[in-house]
């Protein structure tokens, strides 16, 4: 079999995840159950999966989608979750800048298959306020987070809101705000990959490395 792809985890010609990156992904180690203030992530944003997740994002690998929303649902499950227990899956969108230069938003392209998965809708019921980024920018200003603002129409439902992945929380919670204070009865956050909290001396050297590879991922 001829194959004109590559893994994005391990750039092995052939599927867009190999059998080996899946079984990583799906059995990651040293994950906690919740990143710190109660978001569920389904794997570490570090290694294999740090690796394919780059390439999700910065390599147009849309077809990873399908895969890392099983993940997230997975982790659900095993979080004690069921589809009853929510009226609607949302997302916290990227800014419009990153939307344009990628041609779609991730977390969108997530949260839609998660709804999909779970028999549930997915609707856009938030809206970020202005158009500056979260990555790139310093930990400290990242603390604080985008502004949204949601739709009327979340008055009374029970929301799971995704995100791509969880660095210092700032964004799902402003999200979660925008939602509450138009009325939903309920939110739990999700997200793919999470981070552990870091030294505000180390965020300088993590954004490199963040940088170096993603260079890495746009020479592929």
């Known amino acids: 079999m001829i194959f004109d792809s590559s893994c994005a985890g391990c750039g092995r010609q052939g599927p867009v995840l190999c059998r080996a990156c899946r079984f990583v992904l799906a059995a990651p180690a040293g994950l906690p159950a919740r990143h710190g203030d109660d978001v569920v992530a389904a794997v570490p944003f570090a290694g294999r999966a740090r690796d394919v997740l780059l390439g999700f994002k910065y390599g147009n690998r849309r077809q990873l989608a399908h895969h890392l929303a099983g993940l997230v649902v997975n982790r659900l499950v095993v979080e004690g979750f069921t589809a009853g227990d929510f009226d609607v899956v949302t997302w916290a969108p990227t800014s419009g800048r990153h939307r344009r230069r990628r041609g779609f938003d991730q977390a969108e392209v997530v949260a839609r298959r998660i709804a999909l998965q779970l028999g549930l809708p997915c609707k856009r019921l938030l809206e970020r306020e202005g158009h500056i980024a979260q990555t790139g920018r310093p930990r400290s200003e990242r603390l604080h987070g985008p502004r949204f603002r949601a739709s009327p129409a979340t008055r009374g439902r ?31 956050r999700a997200a793919i990959a999470t981070t552990p909290a870091v030294p505000a001396a180390r965020s300088g050297r993590d954004e490199a490395e963040r940088r170096g590879a993603l260079r890495l991922v746009r020479a592929a």
């Open 158 to 188: 029970r929301v799971l809101l995704v995100d791509d992945v969880v660095t210092t929380g700032s964004t799902l919670r402003s999200a979660e705000a925008a939602l509450r204070q138009a009325g939903v009865s309920w939110v739990q």
